[in-house]
């Protein structure tokens, strides 16, 4: 199974988010966020959810955001991108 971590830190990467900068629009310290996109903290429901207003995402479109988490859809696409 994916870890959304995953793809949230795919998603700070595609954007160019700076972590501080992002810590201060979910009002949280970035050593959080730092702890939670390297998997050294949990992230909790209402952090998801904070992190989907900063995002203007929903936790659907996060848990399914491409090339983030390395399940069965990266290996299919790594594949097809190797023919």
Do not use: H
Not at 35 to 54: P, S, T, V, Y
Not at 59 to 69: D, H, L, N, V
């Amino acid at each position: 199974m994916s870890d959304i971590r995953d793809n949230l830190r795919q998603i700070f990467e595609d954007r160019g988010l700076v972590q501080a900068k992002f810590a201060k629009r979910v009002e949280m310290t970035p050593v959080q966020i730092s702890g939670i996109l390297n998997k050294k903290r949990r992230l909790e429901a209402n952090e998801l959810f904070c992190f989907c207003d900063a995002l203007n995402m929903s936790p659907k479109e996060i848990q399914e955001y491409p090339g983030g988490a390395k399940g069965p859809a990266m290996e299919n696409r790594k594949e097809t991108e190797d023919e």
